[in-house]
């Protein structure tokens, strides 16, 4: 079981050839590939599903957040010949089959093809990547820039060579941020990476005011 790439964990994106490794891995011994696409599915990385940009297909996905616009609901697509396995009625839990949450996800799914909102969170992407580059080359506090599509995130760091996180640096500019309207959620283990999760539907003028309180932001810490 793997997220195609890391929520919680920094928005790392897996090295070259890992994914289609543990495909065949699990093919020679039998196993299940799982994808975990519960943050990084749903469009956000320019594919509905993360794993579609390795162009592999796993037996299982896991799919919540996004899916329903807000509403609470989760999914799990699977392979027929797993989910025929199991007895009838033996899958249950408080919120399964909501009928307003699922007619929300069939909006969201109606309204992504619609609108074109894959090509939009490529195009989010790119003017994220084109800002985070020139901030890169502005502060010597930001390190690695990550990510795919509009699924990306920036590495806040006290010193270039050694790496070491700059935690305390990030927590000043989060706060700086929501002082100025902006909510800019962290990630990753040492909570040094700020990372982006906007809507498919932000307008560009949108974008970038928040962008613009952010590079104040990282210009004042």
């Not at 519960?38 to 990385?45: H, K, V, Y």
């Not at 799919?63 to 249950?92: H, N, Q, R, Y």
């Amino acid at each position: 079981m793997i997220e195609p790439i890391q929520g919680e964990g920094g928005f790392n994106v897996p090295q070259e050839g890992f994914l289609e490794y543990l495909r065949k891995l699990t093919n020679k011994y039998g196993m299940l590939l799982i994808t975990d696409e519960i943050q990084c599915g749903i469009g956000r990385t320019g594919k509905f599903f993360a794993i579609e940009n390795w162009d592999i297909e796993p037996d299982l996905i896991c799919l919540a957040k996004s899916l329903a616009a807000g509403l609470p609901l989760s999914a799990v697509i699977a392979k027929k010949e797993i989910t025929d396995t199991l007895p009838g009625g033996c899958i249950g839990g408080t919120y399964v089959g909501n009928p307003v949450a699922c007619r929300a996800a069939l909006e969201v799914i109606n309204i992504i093809e619609e609108e074109n909102l894959l090509d939009r969170a490529l195009k989010i992407g790119e003017r994220l990547k084109e800002r985070f580059l020139q901030m890169k080359g502005k502060y010597p506090l930001i390190g690695e820039i990550r990510g795919i599509g509009a699924m990306r995130a920036i590495e806040l760091v006290k010193d270039q060579k050694t790496k070491e996180p700059a935690t305390q640096e990030t927590a000043r500019i989060v706060e700086e941020c929501i002082k100025n309207g902006v909510f800019v959620p962290t990630a990753g283990i040492n909570k040094n990476i700020l990372r982006m999760l906007v809507s498919l539907e932000i307008t560009d003028e949108q974008l970038d005011e928040a962008l613009d309180v952010l590079e104040k932001a990282i210009a004042k810490v």
